[in-house]
């Protein structure tokens, strides 16, 4: 075995940070015989130096994340701290010194990607970041590299295990949004501050990654449409119900029919009580992939927690150092499709609207005429009445966003329509 230890520089030693400090200590022999030589944390870069961290040496730990990435014997730089800055200038920083980067960096791989695998590029390093998308859950390395030879076209996933946790409790107690998000909260799966999770933006910097990797083409955050899911009601899951279906958060990456632009999105969507990703319970994620050549694969497992995300972060630091042991690198960036992402307007699909209307002749036949006006085909229509109003829930067949935005814009300004209850679509079909 190779005598000189790898050296690591761990960035953050919070949840995640902390189990991948104890993870190299317990697993050093192993990790040395994976690699081909020892991995050694060479320091350990913290905001709070006082608090007590177990296992690791205190003589590791420091508050100057940027000496410890200039030191100049830095092998891999660790960073789990999160966030844009001063993720990005010590990721930067890093490679200017010498070193590797494994990230669990989600927002700022959505943002900076492109920048920082050219940094990488630049000086002939390696960027990973398995961890940055569904915690323990293999994806980016299968994307990257064992579906490299084909040709994926639909990325549809659950990605953000508190959202799936508050819309299972809803589906299987009849719980309000609020309610279950209280429960979500008291039992730690949603933060104080939920924002990130329940408002998409979480699921989206994950789906611009992967739609990244998925479609060799660069996918920025600002190019995910993003929906959260604050405003699925318990109405909502008994509609789904009638359909066979439930209500995920979805991130949907796809390829456009005819191969020539991508889209990324994240919205809640009816998907069949048949569908894999249906049984997808709690706060786990899964990530249904459909490819040319393999069909559908199916991903699963937890999306976030110290223990799960630190294993993708060991996975990350094993390949890394070996190729730096091998003095070569990873696949790095993969942008030459260089497809064009469409918006929201382009994408193809299918809705569920509810309706208010007034329960008299001529009104059914009156929303049925917006719909063919607008080129929306109705797949089935089912009226609830009573004491002249009426509740109206029609299903379209495929029809584009942008079709039915028109739809129900025309539908808002019939007299007979006294409201639009909901919108949903209806994906995994
Ligand atoms: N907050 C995320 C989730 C985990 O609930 O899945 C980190 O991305």
């Known amino acids: 075995m190779r005598k000189r230890p790898l050296k690591v520089a761990l960035l953050g030693c919070g949840v995640v940070g902390s189990e991948v400090a104890r993870i190299m200590t317990t697993h050093a022999d192993d990790l040395a015989a994976r690699i081909g030589a020892p991995v050694e944390l060479a320091g350990v870069a913290v905001r709070r130096p006082s608090k007590v961290r177990d296992g690791i040496d205190p003589a590791l730990v420091t508050t100057d994340a940027t000496g410890l990435v200039k ?137 611009a990654i992967l739609a990244g990797i998925a479609f060799h083409t660069r996918v920025r955050l600002d190019d995910v449409y993003r929906e959260g899911m604050t405003e699925v009601t318990a109405s909502d899951f008994a509609s789904a119900r009638n359909m066979g279906c439930t209500i995920k958060l979805l991130a949907i990456c796809e390829r456009a029919a005819d191969g020539q632009s991508v889209t990324a999105r994240v919205h809640p969507a009816m998907i069949p009580l048949t569908h894999p990703l249906a049984s997808v319970r709690g706060a786990y994620n899964a990530v249904f992939v459909e490819s040319d050549a393999s069909g559908q694969l199916m991903f699963y497992g937890p999306g976030a927690g110290g223990a799960p995300t630190a294993s993708a972060v060991l996975g990350d630091l094993v390949a890394v150092c070996r190729n730096r042991l091998n003095g070569s690198t990873g696949p790095g960036e993969s942008a030459y499709a260089a497809l064009p992402v469409s918006g929201m307007g382009d994408v193809v699909t299918r809705y569920h609207i509810s309706l208010d209307v007034a ?23 089912r009226q609830t009445g009573k004491d002249g109003e009426a ?20 539908l808002r300004k019939l007299d007979t329509v006294r409201g639009v209850a909901s919108i949903m679509r209806v994906e995994g079909e």
Do not use: W
């Open 71 to 207: 030191r100049g014997d830095i092998d891999v730089v660790v960073e789990v701290i999160g966030g844009i800055e001063p993720a990005r200038s010590l990721i930067t920083t890093a490679f200017e010194y010498g070193a590797s980067v494994v990230s669990a960096n989600k927002a700022l791989l959505a943002q900076d990607g492109a920048a920082l695998h050219a940094a990488a590029e630049d000086h002939d390093a390696d960027l990973y970041y398995e961890a940055a998308v569904a915690g323990a859950i293999p994806l980016i390395r299968p994307l990257r590299e064992s579906l490299a030879g084909d040709k994926v076209n639909r990325v549809l996933g659950i990605v953000n295990g508190t959202t799936n946790f508050i819309l299972d409790k809803m589906d299987s107690t009849g719980a309000g949004y609020q309610e279950a998000l209280d429960e979500a909260t008291a039992l730690g799966y949603a933060e104080a501050d939920p924002t990130a999770d329940v408002e998409g933006f979480d699921a989206a910097a994950k789906a």
């Open 359 to 381: 329960d008299k002749p001529g009104v059914l036949a009156q929303v049925a005429t917006v719909f063919a006006e607008h080129g929306v085909s109705i797949d089935t229509v």
């Open 391 to 410: 509740s109206l829930v029609v299903v379209t067949h495929r029809a584009s966003d942008a079709a039915l935005g028109g739809t129900v814009e025309a």
